[in-house]
């Protein structure tokens, strides 16, 4: 008997450990549901990126199945059983966020020009920066156009100042005037790159271009404006510190009090960029992370300091409180730039924590920050400072636990050093595929060069700032900003040493549409969930990595206005002419190509006179036809199995070829074509999208 109750009972030992395995997929619901707010940022998001992945605009069909979606979903939670409560929690969230980016781009609606336009401008001065060609770019607002009524009128422009402009000094609030060349914003280079016509929408420019007329001031600032006391407050403040600290040094401190950047040279900003520390001149969760703990960590301890009235005084929370004031002075002198209010949310979210004695760095603060932007402006999840910090700061997180168990081992004296490098290792790996995917490239020396300048910045250059602003009023501030000006000149020269090593650079081919969201998505999968969640997230993410690398560019390109065609060719992309640098540019460097435009125009493939140049592709002839006389051209050039692009309108008629002019281009956008027959394109105007109208 008692070898049968034995038996039994691992009998039923044996049935319970098998409902449990069975039951595992329920139970990782079920802790998934606990965690549900972790996972809100995840859902939003999914619905988020649909609607701007989308070719179209929804029609009433889709706003109204996410409406049912969303209340089925609210249902299901409510009242559904334990299993389906989590799934519907996430479909709800998706839905959300599918309606939210749709009324958000609704919700910003504004003329955008219909045409190029040639003539007077007048304006006020909302913003000043530069251009990537080094020039000054003024952002106006309550523009006035020659023959233009104020409801079709854009409500903002940019233009970019050519020719000598030393008699103007512009400020914001400013009305100036000038003759200059607008155009509405330009869609993307090729299909899946990156549309500014898009993120135009969003900044509410309706029209880009340049003057080469003088510009001339037609009124002075409104000193009772109070909509732009934080221009005027950012740009005498820059002006104040670029005086003090000559040459780019005070143009990079200036950037990082105050985040005007029109000072610093595109020289500058290169090197910044390919030791991968431009983001240290973009006011970003870094800056405002250093000038929030520098007054946090200064006022705490110096509150402890007081003696026995600290014992009695909440000081955490209120060198906290104050903190978050600073911060909130550094977002109004800084500008309601996106990256900016980013940083700010972030920083206020962690202080806010303390404030109400919770964890201030934790997933759920960074999930809440995430949750705020993410219904403010949705479309910021498309921005690679929106997906670069969070997964910046989440992986920062994640690394405080193993360093917190392996801190103690390590000496006292090396334990900074020590901690710098894993930090700067986590940050660096969790954003180097976002900075690839977007920028096509990697820096290869990028760790050393934050090593180099980031305790510099965190240890000197802001605190040094704080404490000048602090001691401006009582004409003290030159010793902090000496201490500024060799910071400064220090980071300047550590990009500039990083940026001149051989190989510093490494050309990345673009990814295809899904690869990045699946990385993105396995690697949230990967840190939130666990057991057989977690690997799933994992083998998303080596998924994403392997279909990057197998990933292959279009064969052929053609240009938005068919200004341009690209052939991919064995030593890489040609182009049938020198020109449209932009554009070329960006096909190249979304091949992984570091050449540029005259190299590729240089390669053997096309022959052919100027405004005539023939290749052969997939074994049919290619023909470009540009410049004077192209339409011409077209009646000898257009002759059965050929393909020609015509960078002009083509009359009228049935045509024996396969033929891109700008009529069909117009409709299209820039098209993709591969050698298998394959055809990918923007659709410009048949995507209905607002920003296409």
């Known amino acids: 008997m008692a070898g049968r109750g034995a038996a039994a009972w691992r009998l039923a030992a044996l049935w319970r450990a098998a409902l449990g395995g069975a039951n595992r997929p329920l139970a990782a619901l ?45 249902a299901a939670w409510a009242r559904g059983p334990e299993p389906a409560r989590f799934p519907a929690a996430l479909l709800v969230l998706a839905a959300c966020g599918l309606m939210l980016a749709g009324l958000r781009a609704q919700s ?29 770019r003024l952002t106006l607002d309550q523009v006035v156009l020659d023959r233009m009524a104020p409801a079709a009128t854009p409500a903002r422009i940019r233009i970019a100042l050519h020719g000598d402009q030393g008699h103007l000094n512009p400020v914001p609030g400013l009305r100036v005037m000038t003759t200059a060349h607008l155009a509405p914003p330009s869609g993307p280079a090729a299909p899946g790159a990156y549309d500014f016509r898009r993120h135009a929408w969003f900044a509410g420019l309706g029209a880009v271009g340049y003057a080469r007329a003088p510009v001339l001031v037609a009124a002075p ?144 603060t960074v999930a809440l920050a995430a949750l705020i932007l993410l219904i403010w402006e949705p479309e910021s999840l498309t921005e690679p400072g929106f997906q670069m910090s969070f997964g910046a700061t989440v992986a920062l997180i994640l690394c405080y636990q193993p360093w917190a168990r392996l801190a103690p081992r390590v000496p006292a004296l090396l334990r900074p050093v020590a901690m710098l490098v894993i930090s700067s290792l986590a940050a660096g790996l969790a954003t180097a595929p976002i900075a ?149 540019d960006s096909w190249l460097e979304a091949d992984g190509d570091p050449a540029r435009t005259p190299q590729a125009a240089a390669r053997p493939g096309f022959s052919g006179p100027n405004g005539a140049r023939q290749a052969d592709f997939a074994g049919q002839p290619l023909i470009h036809l540009t410049g004077k006389g192209a339409v011409e051209r077209l009646a000898s050039a257009c002759r059965p199995g050929a393909r020609v692009i015509l960078a002009d309108r083509a009359p009228a008629g049935p045509v024996a070829c396969d033929l891109w002019d700008q009529t069909r281009l117009r409709a299209t956008g820039a098209v993709a074509i591969w050698a298998d027959g394959g055809i990918e394109t923007t659709a410009a105007r048949a995507g209905t999208r607002p920003w296409t109208r």
């Open 221 to 364: 600032p409104d000193p009772d404006s109070w909509a732009l006391a934080g221009h005027r407050a950012r740009m005498r403040l820059s002006a104040a510190i670029q005086a003090r600290i000559p040459g780019q040094p005070g143009a990079v401190a200036a950037a990082l009090m105050t985040g005007d950047r029109s000072a610093i040279s595109e020289a500058t900003n290169e090197v910044m960029r390919v030791s991968n520390l431009y983001h240290i001149i973009s006011i970003s969760g870094l800056h405002m992370g250093m000038l929030a703990g520098f007054v946090f960590a200064a006022l705490r301890y110096g509150l402890a300091a007081a003696g026995r009235p600290a014992l009695r005084w909440p000081a955490k929370k209120i060198a906290a409180l104050v903190a978050l004031l600073a911060a909130t002075v550094y977002l109004w002198l800084a500008g309601p730039q996106v990256a900016t209010q980013r940083a700010y949310l972030m920083a206020a979210v962690m202080l806010l924590a303390v404030l109400v004695d919770r964890r201030a760095f934790s997933l759920r």
């Open 30 to 74: 079920s802790a998934a549901r606990a965690q549900l707010f972790l996972w809100a940022p995840l859902g939003l998001s999914a619905g988020i990126g649909g609607y701007f992945a989308a070719g179209a605009e929804p029609g009433p069909a889709v706003w109204a199945s996410a409406v049912a979606v969303a209340l089925l979903g609210a």
């Open 436 to 584: 690839a995917a977007h920028f096509s490239r990697m820096s290869e020396y990028g760790l050393l060069a934050n090593l180099l300048a980031v305790p510099v910045m965190g240890t000197l250059v802001m605190p040094a700032g704080v404490i000048a602003a602090c001691l401006a009023p009582l004409g003290l501030a030159g010793p902090a900003l000496w201490v500024m000006e060799q910071g400064t000149a220090w980071m300047i020269l550590v990009a500039e040493f990083v940026a001149g090593l051989d190989g510093a650079i490494i050309a990345v081919p673009a990814p295809g549409p899904i690869v990045l969201p699946l990385m993105a998505v396995g690697a949230l999968v990967a840190v939130l969930a666990r057991g057989v969640g977690r690997s799933l997230g994992v083998a998303a993410v080596l998924l994403a990595g392997g279909l990057w690398a197998q990933g292959q560019r279009p064969d052929l390109l053609i240009a938005p206005e068919g200004e341009l065609v690209g052939l991919m060719g064995p030593e890489g992309r040609i182009f049938s002419r020198n020109g449209a640098d932009f554009i070329g």
């Open 108 to 136: 910003v609606a504004a003329p955008v020009l219909p045409w190029r336009y040639y003539g007077p401008v007048e304006g006020r001065i909302v913003e000043i920066d530069r251009s990537g060609s080094d020039r000054i």
